[in-house]
């Protein structure tokens, strides 16, 4: 972590290639705002990101569309960090939002999966996400390599703050157990397709999650809609109630996001608005999570985990729904209709 991050300020040099953050630790210390740009996927692992950050490291975070970023007439500090995540690198309007970054005269650090990619050559430093190429259109692992680069980025960030000793050996121990966690989360393969098959008819779903699992609700649906072309949509699941509670039907079943701790009840609760509408539903809670008996439709289990990876192991049973739902469909889910590896143009 230390050699990833400090980069070329590393002792052994071993992250010489991207550079690493490429900016020394008197001047991390000097942040005070964060600025996250990226499309898509990518930017769903921002806004994860942004949740680590203020959690970890307590710094305001502000997650844009590249696209918007560059239109906008945002008062910046000048102690602000610029970051960028694109899984190829060349996705032009997360380009154009760097190029517009650094003509503001801002050191401009990305992530990003290809070696050598303009992204990663026009930046001032930055992370290689070294998770070989993405065979299909849509992100899956580059998505869930972004998120763990985002914790290990607050952790960095928190370190150099105030987040004590003891507590970043937590975090360290938790990335560390995470393959772990993931294969387990893989062993639920046979029943997650079983469970497509049954919902593969559905025109209409919604992901529903909160806090770090909002942006996996997000990404839960895109993956859905890229793959199946399904219509999907991620809410908080708080915010169902204001307005997209409209679609609840028979018809229109929901993906909920349910962990333990402060927020299990508050999501139970929503999970009982939507059953009192008679919505189906598929709960992705973690073991430790007492689910009253018949809420769920169905449970797909997750580790109990710490919360920096929660975001990493609750993504993989999405990732998987939508892609049985896909071959269910008869989809093609490597190259699917109208999108583009990335969109250069
Ligand atoms: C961003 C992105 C992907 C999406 C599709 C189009 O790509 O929006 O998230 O799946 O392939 O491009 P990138 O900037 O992360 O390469």
């Given amino acids: 972590l230390e050699n990833t991050m400090r980069g070329r300020f590393s002792e052994d040099g071993s992250t010489a290639q991207f550079g690493g953050l490429n900016i020394s630790a008197v001047d991390l210390r000097q942040v005070d705002r964060v600025h996250l740009l990226a499309c898509g996927s990518a930017w769903h692992a ?8 203020e959690r970890f490291a307590r710094l305001p975070v502000e997650v844009d ?23 190829s690198g060349e996705t032009i309007d997360t380009l154009a939002g760097m190029r517009e970054a650094k003509r503001k005269g801002y050191k401009v650090l990305a992530v990003s999966n290809v070696v050598g990619s303009t992204i990663a050559r026009e930046a001032d430093g930055g992370v290689y996400q070294h998770v070989g190429p993405e065979i299909g259109v849509a992100s899956t692992k580059a998505f869930t390599s972004q998120i763990l ?3 290990m980025l607050s952790l960095y960030l928190g370190r150099m703050r105030d987040m004590s000793f003891s507590e970043g050996v937590e975090v360290v121990n938790a990335l560390k157990g995470t393959p ?38 997000l990404e839960g649906a895109l993956k859905l809609k890229e793959i199946s072309y399904i219509h999907a949509e991620g809410y908080p699941a708080a915010e169902m109630k204001h307005g997209p509670i409209a679609l609840i039907s028979e ?6 996001f349910v962990p333990s701790g402060e927020m299990f009840n508050k999501v139970v609760s929503s999970m009982q608005e939507i059953k009192a509408r008679k919505g189906k539903i598929i709960a992705i ?51 699917p209709r109208n999108l583009a590896k990335s969109v250069t143009v």
């Fill in 46 to 53: 921002c806004l994860v990101t942004e949740h680590l950050i």
């Fill in 65 to 87: 569309y590249a696209s918007e970023f560059r239109y906008r007439n945002m008062p910046l500090g000048s102690n602000t960090l610029f970051f960028t995540i694109s899984q």
């Fill in 149 to 151: 680069i985002g914790a």
């Fill in 180 to 217: 772990d966690l993931v294969r387990k989360v893989l062993e639920q393969a046979p029943r997650i397709r079983e469970i497509a098959k049954r919902f593969a008819h559905y025109h209409d779903f919604l992901f529903l999650g909160r806090l770090s699992l909002f942006p996996v609700a």
């Fill in 251 to 256: 018809n229109c079943p929901s993906v909920f």
């Fill in 285 to 335: 809670a973690t073991a430790n999570c007492d689910l009253p008996a018949g809420l769920a439709d169905e449970v797909i289990t997750i580790p109990e985990c710490h919360e920096s990876v929660l975001p990493v192991v609750a993504t993989v049973p999405v990732q998987l729904l939508s892609y049985y739902i896909a071959v269910e469909l008869n989809r093609d889910v490597d190259k």
